[in-house]
């Protein structure tokens, strides 16, 4: 049978070992054609192959249901569940996702962006089952990483309370070092542990002690210690941690055995309660050069597959925002000691991984864990150090109650930077960082910028690290600056609430922020072809707005246009018309960003088209808007 004939989970049922590993290497080369040709992640999936098999072997997917935790593993899930045709699309407009949607496909049980929350999701459907009795498998399938996540221990432990719930947790481990002969005999102690002849044995052994007359009850609690003493001989330590919160261990089991995994899975089903086993992977597995470096090839723009080097641009590009911005902050940081950068397990995402190379001391690595990350820095602050959060957009949302009762009620101060904020692309719903200055912007004491270039990021770095007077938040976005000049040090800071005019004109007054500054300004030179003059105001500030400037502006103009790429509702555009309102001023305000819908997965450019944010069509609106211009009359 070859991969693209299978479009159901359950046609693998019956296949021997072979035809498994024929599939097995199908899995792995068209999962590589396709990252290589288009990008994505690729270490997860290349890891998890011969799990997913074995695993949906053991399965009926009529039934059953699998939720993977963060849809970046699930890829060879998707090449077996009636996508292979379509794979090619992966990651762009109208094609496959690159995470789990629930919308995309009926054995997409659960959608996954975010990491740490299968084992919630997967508790809540086996809770349900049971309420409505129906019989059905629950199993949870979550990274080894994704553990480090608050979400995933609460739900462990929440498992761990409910010994009548069957739920299988496969924790694929690809980062714990698992000694081969430790492991081959903790393997063989968990078989024999949990084989029915040795259960049998050791429940009607309890059974009869128990009717031992005037003994029995005295008996009982040395019959306890005897069978956990036999548990910790048969278990390794992190299978103890487990079996002590009420989960039934087995493991460590060889990730990349089929047989292996087929007879430990089937077994796994048939105990009560829940149970998990430890499958030890290699990520990047089949695949030599991403086996190497574990780190670099977890995800790839398109590369040649024969030298694993990135396809280079046509034509050089500048910097971009996150290695900007990490180059200003070590700079800082190598004359201040206070200054301390803290990431949520995105060191080479945000940059960061250049602090952890030259100043170790200074840098601190949560793993996937936001909300720590945050009130951790907020005890920082309190002892008087500088700490800086580099999240991304999408991923500072987990962190949100922390936000508020750990940092601004105490008024500490933080330096938040939100990578990828605004529109991300590819990764889709999940990851667009839409909603950070509607989430920011309501919090007393918090102070929230975006630059409109990779220089004024430099400067607003050096603002960031310099404001004690309470928490602070930078919005940038991802990809390449504009090439604009850089220094190398000798930043001088923005001055807090301060915007900049850019350009002068009587007709209307454009607002931009962050990322929609340099669209004004093509706005501006559109609509002076028309004969319209446009005043182009630099914000810098959705909090504290600079209504000393905006204010005058908007009442001798009499027409404003706020530009954010961001949500509409409660953002920056939202600010400015509280302002104008409260201000009695009252103008016309036309605000463009990002309407109260879901973007999905497409390049930047083409959702902006979609979502008619281009500057030729906010021209187009501008002038039909205010000016009674005709579409067809813009070119």
């Known amino acids: 049978m070859h991969l693209s004939e299978i479009t159901h989970p359950n046609q693998l049922h019956g296949l021997s070992i072979r035809q498994l590993q024929q599939i097995a290497r199908q899995i792995r080369d068209k999962h590589l054609q396709t ?41 060879p899930h998707k090449l077996i569940t009636g996508r292979y045709s379509r794979f090619h699309t992966l990651r762009q407009k109208d094609g496959v996702a690159g995470y789990l949607k629930r919308c995309e496909n009926k054995f997409d049980h659960f959608g996954a962006g975010h990491a740490s929350t299968s084992i919630s999701a997967a508790l809540g459907m086996a809770l349900a089952r049971d309420l409505k009795g129906e019989k059905f498998k629950v199993v949870a399938v979550i990274g080894d990483g994704a553990l480090t996540g608050g979400m995933a221990l609460e739900a462990i432990n929440h498992a761990g309370h409910l010994p009548k ?32 002849p040795v259960q049998f044995l050791s429940d009607n052994l309890e059974e009869q002690v128990k009717q031992i007359p005037f003994v029995g009850d005295s008996l009982e609690t040395e019959l306890e210690r005897f069978k956990e003493g036999m548990k910790r001989l048969a278990v390794p330590k992190v299978g103890a941690v487990f079996e002590e919160l009420g989960i039934t261990y087995m493991g460590p089991v060889d990730g990349h055995n089929l047989e292996e995994l087929i007879a430990t899975f089937k077994q796994a089903h048939k105990i009560a309660g829940p149970v998990l086993v430890h499958v030890a992977t290699v990520k990047g597995k089949g695949y030599a050069i991403a086996e190497q470096d574990q ?20 034509k050089p590009k500048p910097p971009g925002y996150s290695k900007v911005f990490a180059h200003a902050l070590v700079k800082l940081a190598e004359n201040n000691p206070k200054i301390v950068g803290i990431t949520a397990a995105m060191a080479t995402g945000t940059g960061l991984d250049k602090l952890q190379a030259k100043l170790p001391h200074q840098y601190i690595d949560v793993g996937i864990a936001e909300q720590h990350a945050v009130t951790l820095a907020a005890g920082l602050a309190c002892e008087g150090m500088r700490p800086v959060v580099a999240i991304y957009s999408t991923f500072l949302q987990r962190g949100y109650d922390q936000i508020v009762h750990d940092v601004c009620i105490q008024n500490l101060p933080v330096f938040f930077c939100m990578d990828r904020a605004g529109i991300v692309g590819a990764d889709g719903p999940t990851h667009q960082g839409m909603y950070d200055v509607a989430y920011l912007r309501c919090l007393p004491n918090m102070v929230l910028m975006a630059p409109k270039d990779e220089a004024e990021l430099q400067r607003m770095v050096v603002t960031g690290v310099n404001h004690t007077d309470g928490p602070i938040a930078m919005r940038y976005p991802r990809g390449n600056g504009y090439g604009v000049p850089l220094m190398e040090e000798g930043w001088e800071p923005v001055e807090i609430g301060k915007g900049e005019t850019l350009r002068h004109g009587d007709d209307v007054l454009l607002l931009g922020f962050g990322s929609t500054v340099y669209p004004a300004m093509q706005i501006a030179e559109i609509l002076s072809e028309h004969g319209i003059q446009a005043t182009v105001v630099n914000a810098r500030f959705a909090k504290p707005l600079d209504t ?62 979609e979502l008619g944010l281009t500057s030729p069509q906010i021209a187009q609106e501008v002038l039909k808007a205010f000016f009674n211009k005709t579409l067809s009359s813009v070119s």
């Open 295 to 314: 780190v670099g090839y977890h995800a790839q723009s398109p590369f040649n597959l024969t030298t694993g080097k990135a396809i280079p641009s046509s």
């Open 165 to 196: 719930t069957n739920l299988l947790v496969v924790l694929n481990d690809n980062e714990m070092s698992i000694s081969p002969n430790v492991g081959a005999i903790s393997r063989h102690l968990n078989k024999m542990r949990l084989s029915p």
């Open 35 to 75: 990252v290589a040709a288009s990008g994505g992640h690729l270490g997860p999936g290349l890891g998890v192959v011969e799990l997913t098999l074995a695993l949906y072997q053991t399965l009926d997917l009529d039934h059953d249901k699998v939720i993977w935790d963060v849809g970046h593993q699930a890829y």
């Open 548 to 609: 000393e400037l905006i204010l005058p502006l908007a009442q001798r103009i009499g027409r404003v246009v706020t530009l954010e790429e961001g949500c509409l509702m409660g953002g920056f555009g939202s600010a400015v018309a509280e302002a104008l309102l409260d201000a009695d001023v009252v103008v016309p305000v036309k605000r463009f960003g990002v309407p109260d819908v879901l973007v999905d997965h497409a390049s930047p450019e083409q959702s902006k088209a």
